[in-house]
């Protein structure tokens, strides 16, 4: 995933209505943050993806817990959740 310090694997598969995600990640904070935010959106509507939030992450102060690379880390990772809904959308 562009933008982690760490290396991020994420695999997705699904339809135009329900898409699903596995991934995993060399360092262990990275592994928690990815299952955290598949956890919010795993098996949802594609696009309700797309429009997703992810308000639970400034809610519960995530982002101001971690340092700028972690912070930019996990901007790419909400990125690119999105940007594979948005191939189910397409398709």
Known sequence: IE???SRVWLKTSGNA???KFQADADAIITKGI???LI???????????VEYNFGVV???GLQEHLSPTRSNGLIGMIKR???EALKYCLS
């Open 3 to 5: 933008g982690c310090q």
């Open 17 to 19: 209505s329900t898409i």
């Open 34 to 36: 990815i299952a955290l």
């Open 39 to 49: 956890r919010l959106v795993d098996n949802i509507d594609p696009k309700e993806l």
């Open 58 to 60: 400034q809610a519960i």
């Open 81 to 83: 959740l999105k940007n």
